[in-house]
C-alpha cells in the first residue's frame, strides 16, 4: 500500500459527541486530564450535547467527573480546562455543525469521538461529512459494533459513507487494559512457550468472566444486550484471539488484524447445543428488566478451532452477573504426562498457566513439586511469573492515545468485527432457553454440558497456592 510505512499525522483537534452524557462523565473526561497532564493533548477540546448550558459548565462536569474518579490534579486540570470549548445543539441541525466548524478553528485533522447510543451515529456522520468537518478526520466509535451482522452491516456502510476504514477507531477498552497486553506480549517475547502452544500439549483453554454483582440500575439497557452481546461477542473474544492467533508477520497494526480475521474465520460458529444461558433469580424484578424477560445473565459455551494448531482443542468461556467473585481469568490446561512414573502418588491437578487480568495482574505457571519427606508424593504449586496489581494508565487514556496518533493497533477492523459476528450469528438467532441460578453460585447447573468428559471448570476462588 502506498505511504504505508509513514506514520499518519497525529489530530489537531479532540471532538466529542454526548459531552454531558454517562461515558464522558466516567471514562473521558479523567481519560483527557491525564492525557493533558502527560503532554499528549495540546490541542482544542471540543464538547458536543444536546442539552443546553454552557462551556462553564462544561468545565465544572468535568471537575465533577475527575473529582469522582479520585484522580484531580490542579494544574493539570487548568490546562484541560482552558482547551475545553462547547457546542450545544441537535444533531440533526445543520448549524450544530457549522458551529462546531467554527469552534475547530484552524485545526485540520480533527478526531470525533461518537460517546453517543448508535442509534444517533447516521445523523452525526452525516452533519461531519456535509459540514466538512469530516475531512482529514478520524472518528471513533464505541461498542457494541451492532446487535448482528446485519447491524454490523449497516453500522459499517453508514461511517464508510463519510470516512475510509482506516480512519475508524472502534473502540473496545478491554483492548487498552495492561494486561490484555500482556498476554499477547507473554506468548510471543518468550521463546519457551511456543513448543507446547499447540494441540499436542494443550487439553483445554478456559475463560471466567465474573461479575458479582447485578446489572446496577443498567436494566433496561442490558436487557436488551444480554451477556452473549455485552462481553462474550466482543471482549472475551479479543482474548481468545490473543491467546489463540499465530505471530504476526510484521510489526503494524494490519498485520495483527489479519492474524485476527484469520482465528476468527476458523472458530466454528455456534449452534444451541454449544451453549448454556442463564439468568440469575430475582434479575426480573429489577427496574427497566420485562417480567418475562428471557436475556441471559450468564452464558458458558465451547468454541472449536478449526487450525492444525488448535484442532480438537476446546475452548470454554463463562461469563455471568451475581457470580461467586468478580474476577477475570484465563486457565490453559496442559495434557498430563503419557506415563504416571510415581504410580497413584503422582495424582493431582494437570499442569497449567494461569493468567488473571483483573482484578490483579497475575501470571502463573502450575506444576507439582515433591513434599518434604522420604515418600515420593506431590503437591501443586505455581511459580509466580509476575503479580503487578497497579495500573498507571487507564485503558482510555491509552486507546485515546493511540487514536489521536493514527495508530489502529488495539481497534477492531471492520472485517474483523464481521467475522466474529458470524459466530454468533447462528446461536442469537436460535438461542437455547435461559435456565435460572441462585445469586453467588457458579450458574445453572447444566454448565458442565458444555464441557467435554473428563473436563472441568476452573473456580477463580479455588486456587493452588502461589510460589515466589
Given at each position: 500500500?502506498p505511504?504505508a510505512?509513514?506514520?499518519?499525522a497525529?489530530?489537531?483537534?479532540?471532538?466529542?459527541?454526548g459531552?454531558?452524557?454517562?461515558?464522558?462523565?466516567?471514562?473521558?473526561?479523567p481519560?483527557?486530564?491525564s492525557?493533558?497532564r502527560?503532554?499528549?493533548?495540546?490541542?482544542?477540546?471540543?464538547?458536543?450535547a444536546?442539552a443546553?448550558?454552557?462551556?462553564?459548565?462544561?468545565?465544572?462536569?468535568?471537575?465533577?467527573?475527575?473529582e469522582?474518579a479520585g484522580?484531580y490534579?490542579?494544574?493539570?486540570?487548568?490546562?484541560?480546562?482552558?482547551?475545553?470549548?462547547y457546542?450545544?445543539?441537535d444533531?440533526?441541525?445543520p448549524s450544530t455543525?457549522?458551529r462546531l466548524?467554527?469552534?475547530?478553528?484552524?485545526?485540520?485533522?480533527?478526531?470525533?469521538?461518537l460517546?453517543?447510543p448508535p442509534s444517533l451515529?447516521g445523523?452525526?456522520?452525516?452533519g461531519?461529512?456535509?459540514?466538512?468537518?469530516?475531512?482529514d478526520a478520524?472518528?471513533?466509535?464505541?461498542?457494541?459494533?451492532?446487535?448482528?451482522?446485519?447491524?454490523?452491516?449497516a453500522?459499517?456502510?453508514?461511517?464508510?459513507?463519510?470516512?475510509p476504514?482506516?480512519?475508524?477507531?472502534?473502540?473496545?477498552h478491554?483492548?487498552?487494559?495492561?494486561?490484555v497486553?500482556?498476554?499477547?506480549?507473554?506468548?510471543?517475547a518468550?521463546?519457551?512457550?511456543?513448543p507446547?502452544?499447540n494441540r499436542h500439549?494443550?487439553n483445554?483453554v478456559?475463560i471466567t468472566?465474573a461479575?458479582s454483582?447485578?446489572?446496577e440500575?443498567?436494566g433496561a439497557?442490558?436487557?436488551e444486550?444480554?451477556?452473549?452481546?455485552?462481553?462474550v461477542?466482543n471482549?472475551?473474544?479479543?482474548v481468545?484471539?490473543?491467546?489463540?492467533?499465530?505471530?504476526?508477520?510484521r510489526?503494524?497494526?494490519?498485520?495483527m488484524?489479519?492474524?485476527?480475521?484469520?482465528?476468527?474465520?476458523?472458530?466454528?460458529?455456534l449452534?444451541?447445543a454449544?451453549v448454556?444461558?442463564?439468568?440469575?433469580?430475582?434479575?426480573?424484578?429489577?427496574?427497566?428488566?420485562?417480567?418475562n424477560s428471557?436475556?441471559?445473565?450468564?452464558a458458558?459455551?465451547?468454541?472449536?478451532?478449526?487450525?492444525w494448531?488448535?484442532?480438537?482443542?476446546?475452548?470454554?468461556?463463562?461469563a455471568?452477573?451475581?457470580?461467586?467473585?468478580?474476577?477475570?481469568?484465563?486457565?490453559?490446561?496442559?495434557?498430563?504426562p503419557p506415563?504416571?512414573?510415581f504410580?497413584?502418588?503422582?495424582?493431582?491437578?494437570?499442569?497449567?498457566?494461569?493468567?488473571?487480568l483483573?482484578?490483579?495482574?497475575v501470571?502463573?505457571a502450575?506444576a507439582?513439586?515433591?513434599?518434604t519427606?522420604?515418600?515420593?508424593?506431590?503437591?501443586?504449586?505455581e511459580?509466580v511469573?509476575?503479580?503487578?496489581?497497579?495500573a498507571?494508565?487507564?485503558?482510555?487514556?491509552?486507546?485515546?492515545?493511540?487514536?489521536i496518533?493514527?495508530?489502529?493497533?488495539?481497534?477492531?477492523?471492520d472485517?474483523?468485527v464481521?467475522?466474529?459476528?458470524?459466530?454468533?450469528d447462528?446461536?442469537?438467532?436460535?438461542?437455547?432457553?435461559?435456565?435460572?441460578?441462585?445469586?453467588?453460585?457458579?450458574?445453572?447447573?447444566?454448565?458442565?454440558?458444555?464441557?467435554l468428559p473428563?473436563?472441568a471448570?476452573?473456580?477463580?476462588?479455588?486456587e493452588?497456592?502461589?510460589?515466589?
Open positions: 500500500m505511504g510505512d509513514r506514520p499518519p497525529a489530530a489537531d483537534a479532540f471532538v466529542f459527541f459531552a454531558t452524557g454517562d461515558l464522558a462523565y466516567k471514562k473521558i473526561f481519560a483527557l486530564q492525557l493533558v502527560h503532554g499528549e493533548l495540546d490541542m482544542p477540546i471540543v464538547g458536543v444536546h443546553g448550558g454552557s462551556v462553564e459548565d462544561l468545565r465544572q462536569r468535568a471537575r465533577a467527573s475527575i469522582h484522580t490534579d490542579a494544574d493539570a486540570f487548568a490546562r484541560l480546562a482552558a482547551r475545553l470549548r457546542v450545544d445543539g444533531y440533526a441541525d455543525f457549522a466548524r467554527r469552534e475547530l478553528g484552524q485545526a485540520a485533522r480533527p478526531i470525533h469521538y460517546a453517543i451515529f445523523a452525526v456522520v452525516t461531519l461529512g456535509s459540514s466538512g468537518n469530516a475531512r478520524r472518528v471513533i466509535v464505541e461498542k457494541p459494533f451492532g446487535r448482528d451482522l446485519a447491524s454490523a452491516r453500522l459499517d456502510d453508514t461511517l464508510h459513507a463519510v470516512f476504514e482506516r480512519s475508524i477507531f472502534r473502540i473496545d478491554y483492548l487498552g487494559k495492561d494486561a497486553q500482556n498476554l499477547l506480549y507473554f506468548r510471543f518468550n521463546a519457551f512457550l511456543e507446547v502452544w500439549y494443550v483445554d478456559q468472566m461479575e454483582f447485578g446489572v440500575g443498567r439497557f442490558y436487557d444486550v444480554g451477556a452473549l452481546r455485552d462481553v461477542q471482549h472475551l473474544l479479543q481468545i484471539a490473543l491467546l489463540a492467533m499465530d505471530a504476526p508477520t510489526h503494524d497494526a494490519d498485520a488484524q489479519s492474524e485476527k480475521l484469520r482465528l476468527f474465520r476458523a472458530i466454528r460458529p449452534e444451541a454449544d448454556v444461558r442463564g439468568q440469575f433469580r430475582g434479575y426480573r424484578d429489577e427496574p427497566g428488566v420485562a417480567r428471557t436475556m441471559e445473565t450468564f458458558a459455551l465451547r468454541l472449536q478451532i478449526d487450525t494448531r488448535w484442532a480438537g482443542v476446546p475452548f470454554y468461556v463463562r455471568g452477573k451475581r457470580l461467586p467473585t468478580t474476577v477475570t481469568e484465563v486457565v490453559v490446561h496442559l495434557k498430563a506415563l504416571s512414573v504410580g497413584e502418588e503422582q495424582n493431582g491437578p494437570p499442569n497449567h498457566f494461569r493468567f488473571r483483573s482484578p490483579q495482574v501470571i502463573c502450575g507439582s513439586v515433591k513434599r519427606g522420604d515418600a515420593m508424593r506431590g503437591e501443586a504449586v511459580l511469573v509476575r503479580n503487578d496489581p497497579s498507571d494508565v487507564s485503558p482510555y487514556e491509552r486507546l485515546l492515545a493511540h487514536a496518533d493514527g495508530d489502529t493497533a488495539l481497534f477492531t477492523r472485517d474483523c464481521e467475522a466474529a459476528w458470524r459466530i454468533f447462528p446461536l442469537l438467532a436460535a438461542p437455547p432457553p435461559v435456565q435460572d441460578y441462585a445469586p453467588g453460585s457458579w450458574g445453572p447447573e447444566d454448565a458442565a454440558s458444555v464441557l473428563g473436563d471448570w476452573h473456580d477463580p476462588q479455588c493452588t497456592k502461589e510460589r515466589a
